[in-house]
């Protein structure tokens, strides 16, 4: 790679930054796209977001960037322009420079709806979808479907008052879509997971292979699709479960992958390099393929 006076520059931002891929995958775009871009990880301490913030925008190497932890809320309120997913969804993964100004977008639902339309052939309209967790990504995830049409989503989490909080803002900006709260040690999750055609795991259980089962995986059905968000283990041991139990299953590879081609495709303008991107994430995490 060669870097000249005038290559564009795309950041990580975040804190601490320690194991991201994003850098690999959209070096690995750039070049195969030949174009004079260059994404590097910028590790900014909290209490500088927004001395940075103004920092890209007297940049003039600066092309985007993806916003992660612990920043991806905080800088809602430091951007010119939001999208409207970043601003009902609460965070922003993605900016890029529209017309001179700094816009604020959330790439992680979109990403997640790719993955399902492109490794599962599943268009969300009319399904009812039950998704585990009500933290963040589970937010962005929620906000995608309720928008693409889903009858119904169940959310069911540990704490059952943060997803009565999550469904109330669904139900705000989504009417049309039925939504539930759940907690997880309710005696519906049997039933609950029989009448849903998609079941969705957005919470960090499965990270640790020793990490306990969320539910006790014989409730799985073979008629539903089961998405893990979790990429790393390839295969987690709730996938694992609903594949023995007959279910189609897809893992949080495809979302990480196209939430960073839409990321691309925002700050070039060119249609992202899907297979080179997927690839340069497998080799990295040794996945089988
Ligand atoms: P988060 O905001 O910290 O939320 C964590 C969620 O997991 C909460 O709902 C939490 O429940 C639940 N949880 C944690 N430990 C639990 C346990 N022992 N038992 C039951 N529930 C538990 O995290 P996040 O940002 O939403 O990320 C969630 C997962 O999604 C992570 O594994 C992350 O790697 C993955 N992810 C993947 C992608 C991708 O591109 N594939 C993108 C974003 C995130 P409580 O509310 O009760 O604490």
């Not at 007959?246 to 925002?266: D, K, N, P, V, Y």
Request: some cysteine; glycine content about 10%.
């Amino acid at each position: 790679m060669r870097i000249k006076g005038k290559t564009k520059i795309c950041v990580l931002l975040g804190y601490p930054l320690g194991h991201t891929l994003s850098p690999l995958m959209q070096n690995a775009a750039f070049s195969y796209r030949r174009l004079d871009y260059l994404y590097v990880p910028w590790e900014v301490r909290p209490e500088n977001l927004e001395r940075a913030v103004a920092a890209l925008q007297v940049w003039e190497n600066f092309r985007g960037a993806n916003v992660t932890i612990p920043h991806k809320e905080r800088i809602l309120g430091l951007v010119d322009r939001l999208s409207p997913e970043a601003q009902a969804i609460g965070a922003v993964n993605c900016l890029s420079l529209r017309e001179g100004c700094l816009f604020g977008d959330n790439t992680d639902g979109k990403g997640f709806l790719l993955s399902l339309q492109e490794e599962a052939g599943v268009e969300v309209e009319g399904k009812r979808i039950l998704l585990f967790g009500a933290g963040g990504a589970a937010r962005a995830v929620a906000f995608a479907l309720a928008w693409s049409g889903a009858r119904r989503i169940s959310l069911v989490n540990r704490t059952r008052e943060k997803a009565e909080v999550l469904a109330s803002h669904l139900r705000g900006f989504a009417p049309s879509c039925h939504v539930e709260a759940h907690s997880l040690d309710g005696g519906d999750l049997p039933d609950l997971i029989r009448e849903s055609e998609i079941v969705v795991n957005c919470t960090s259980v499965g990270l640790s292979p020793k990490d306990p089962p969320l539910f006790d995986h014989r409730f799985f059905e073979a008629s539903s699709l089961v998405c893990d968000l979790i990429y790393n283990p390839q295969e987690t041991r709730f996938l694992e479960a609903a594949r023995r139990a007959g279910c189609r299953t897809i893992g949080g590879l495809g979302m990480l992958l196209h939430q960073g081609a839409l990321s691309f495709e925002l700050w070039t303008g060119e249609k992202a390099p899907l297979q080179t991107m997927r690839r340069a994430l497998e080799g990295a995490l040794g996945f089988r393929t």
